[in-house]
Nanobody, 127 residues
């Protein structure tokens, strides 16, 4: 069992930055690939970025590549999302998610593959 708690959301002007954090409780955080997803009002949840369990492999959605950076600290059981050059279209509730990986450095961008989800944190970008 893994519990995930996101923090760091807020209101920021376009062009600004935010850093989201996701704290995991439970054992063996390093056995999980982690992902960030977001959901805007009236839209489906969409993939943002994923990171493999050791942090050596990442995969970004085209819409955020070059602006967002994912990282993780397995000693602290945390994953981070640094968001720069924010745009109004980045406004959404951001969720972190954990996917149990049994071998290798795999990751997934499919929401249904993730085993655990946080409650989400609101990010609002004003124009």
């Amino acid at each position: 069992q893994v519990e995930l708690v996101e923090s760091g959301g807020g209101l920021v002007q376009a062009g600004g930055s935010l850093r989201l954090s996701c704290a995991a409780s439970g054992r063996s955080f390093s056995n999980y690939a982690m992902g960030w997803f977001r959901q805007a009002p009236g839209k489906e949840r969409e993939f943002v970025v994923a990171i493999s369990r050791s942090g050596t492999t990442t995969y970004y959605a085209t819409s955020v590549k070059g602006r967002f950076t994912i990282s993780r600290d397995n000693a602290k059981d945390r994953v981070y999302l640094q968001m720069n050059s924010l745009k109004p279209e980045d406004t959404a509730v951001y969720y972190c998610a954990a996917d149990r990986v049994y071998y290798g450095e795999s990751y997934t961008y499919t929401a249904g593959d993730y085993d655990y989800w946080g409650q989400g944190t609101q990010v609002t970008v004003s124009s």
